[in-house]
């Protein structure tokens, strides 16, 4: 149980286009989901927070007309990483709880690549 | 601030032998819990153990354990007879159960055949 998935797991794309990134909670609901980001040989730093239905809370730093963020549903959160610069490339992971927001479970992570 | 501190950034480990991976941390709460997890290259995050502050016995699976010292805020991961597949980088992680986690900057594990 607790599965978590994303597509795509990878993903190159020009500069300046915008790239959609998909977090699924496969058998549970998500009342909270998190995104990370992960810089070769770093650690993860929180992006933002996404609870369904609402507005997603931003970490200090984080642009968030740039990295939108929506969850739609109790299984589904996207991030959009809108106009994207080399500088975005870098691995995206997230993660959701179900409840006990002691423990997350991760995603399997997307790579992104702007060239 | 809550921070988490991994000071050993590579450790090796000849296979069957145990290992000891140090984190310390620092919160003013008395109530949190205490992570370890292991990515592997597949950069999959992989919950290896977890503790609970207010917990005094430390967790142990299997061939992991922790030592939980709350009063020195350090958390160790030991693993015992180390296999080929214990081979990834480990990340310890704080959380005071709001909903922040918060990553050390991680250990590179090689396991010696």
């Known amino acids: 149980g607790a599965v978590v998935s994303q597509h795509p797991s990878r993903v190159i794309c020009k500069s300046g286009t915008s790239v959609k990134i998909e977090c699924r909670s496969l058998?549970?609901?998500?009342?909270?989901m998190f995104w990370y980001r992960q810089f070769p040989k770093q650690s993860l730093m929180l992006m933002a927070t996404s609870n369904e239905g609402s507005k997603a809370t931003y970490e200090q730093g984080v642009e968030k007309d740039k990295f939108l963020i929506n969850h739609a549903s109790l299984t589904l959160s996207t991030l959009t990483v809108t106009s994207a610069h080399p500088e975005d490339s870098s691995f995206y992971i997230c993660?959701?709880?179900?409840?006990?927001?002691?423990?997350?479970?991760f995603g399997p992570g997307t790579r992104l690549t702007v060239l | 601030a809550q921070t988490v501190t991994q000071s050993q950034p590579e450790m090796s480990v000849q296979e069957a032998e145990t290992v000891t991976l140090s984190c310390t941390y620092d919160?003013?709460?008395?109530?949190?819990?205490l992570f370890w997890y292991k990515q592997p290259p597949s950069r999959q995050m992989i919950l290896v153990i977890r503790q609970e502050a207010y917990k005094q016995q430390n967790a142990t699976e299997n061939r992991f354990s922790v030592n939980f010292q709350k009063a020195a805020k350090s958390f160790s991961l030991k693993i015992s007879d180390s296999q080929l597949g214990d081979a990834a980088m480990y990340f310890c992680?704080?959380?005071?159960?709001?909903?922040?986690?918060?990553f050390g900057t991680g250990t590179r594990l090689k396991v010696l055949a």
């Open positions: 919160t003013s709460e008395s109530d949190y819990y």
């Open positions: 058998d549970f609901q998500a009342t909270t």
């Open positions: 992680a704080y959380s005071d159960g709001t909903y922040k986690y918060i």
């Open positions: 993660s959701a709880t179900a409840g006990d927001l002691s423990e997350q479970f």
